[in-house]
């Protein structure tokens, strides 16, 4: 079979970064044609990746036969171009959030599902070796979740901007909110706290800045999250650690991890991994294309952690704790 026909729809910073993860498929899929808002950028982006450049996604779409598209669109900027797309056939890969709010994350789904073509999210944690070595281990049912984001940098416009970001909890920290489902399943209730600590005299700047979050289940079970956006200024600090009846695990990364067994003789194994998940995930896109089989992180795996994300955030701004489950 031919290489894919790759088109991006968005081209900043995380859209170069899934453009890479492209370049290094090359048997796989070829980057032929980039969309974006700003011609002049747009073009610039294109030119250095040999593809064809566009503002209006509809005429990529009529003249470009594409296979996949990856949507890296900011989520205030998506006015129904990921529907589009998989309306006219395309492939899709999106990055998270997939929306602001449940209807319209819901209503992405629904109506991408009813086209049949292979649509994942990106969540690419899922991706790295450390993760992917936990759960195939004999863990037993985890216990406890405790996470953990920083930050320091002022990050775009539009981010700064709650109506168009969503805040810290939905761009960032829903990583590891999705990470939580994927080991431990979905939590009966949350409750969340949330300030504009240090950033209140930034113009422009609405979001929080620090934030906490405890999942909880009716079982005992806990998952806690903590982040901020008031760190060391260039370092991004993301660490996980999660205890299971059998092991326990020590993250500092989707590859890093130091993983101890702890039902029998005591012994740890340290995980040191090289893969890139934007390219793993990427590879498994098109694996499910080329096979007819599901992608390993659905779209709709985005609305169900976009739920607990926006769930967080209301029960920060409500001061309560929010049930999830009947």
């Not at 981010?159 to 994927?182: F, M, N, P, T, Y």
């Not at 096979?291 to 309560?320: C, H, M």
Request: aromatic share 8%; glycine share 10%; proline share 4%.
């Amino acid at each position: 079979m031919s290489a894919l026909r790759v088109g991006l729809l968005g081209c900043g910073g995380i859209g170069a970064r899934h453009a890479g993860a492209v370049a290094a498929l090359p048997d796989d899929m070829e980057l032929v044609a980039c969309c974006g808002r700003d011609a002049e950028r747009t073009r610039a982006f294109a030119e250095g990746r040999t593809a064809a450049a566009y503002t209006d996604l509809d005429a990529m779409l009529r003249q470009e036969r594409l296979d996949l598209v990856i949507a890296t669109l900011p989520p205030y900027n998506r006015g129904g171009e990921i529907e589009r797309v998989a309306k006219a056939g395309a492939h899709l890969l999106v990055e998270k959030p997939i929306a602001l709010n449940q209807p319209a994350a819901d209503a992405m789904v629904a109506d991408v599902s009813a086209t049949g073509v292979v649509a994942a999210i990106g969540f690419m944690y899922r991706f790295g070796d450390a993760v992917r070595r936990w759960k195939a281990a004999d863990t037993g049912e985890v216990g406890l979740y405790a996470g953990a984001y920083h930050c320091n940098a002022l990050h775009a416009d539009w981010w700064r901007e709650e109506a168009k970001s969503g805040g810290q909890i939905l761009e960032q920290v829903i990583h590891q909110v999705d990470l939580i489902r994927h080991l431990m399943g979905e939590p009966d209730t949350v409750y969340a706290r949330r300030a504009n600590f240090a950033h209140h005299d930034t113009p422009g700047y609405d979001v929080e800045d620090i934030s906490a979050i405890v999942f909880g289940w009716d079982d005992g079970r806990i998952a806690t999250l903590n982040a901020s956006n008031i760190a060391v200024p260039g370092v991004w600090h993301k660490e996980w650690a999660v205890y299971a009846e059998r092991m326990t695990g020590r993250f500092t990364s989707w590859n890093d991890a130091v993983l101890t067994r702890t039902a029998g003789e005591v012994s740890a194994e340290e995980i040191a991994g090289p893969t890139d998940p934007f390219v793993a995930q990427l590879a498994d896109v098109h694996r499910a294309i080329t096979t007819g089989g599901a992608p390993y992180i659905p779209l709709a795996e985005g609305a169900a952690s976009l739920k607990l994300a926006l769930a967080a955030r209301q029960s920060a701004d409500e001061r309560r704790e929010i049930r999830l489950t009947a």
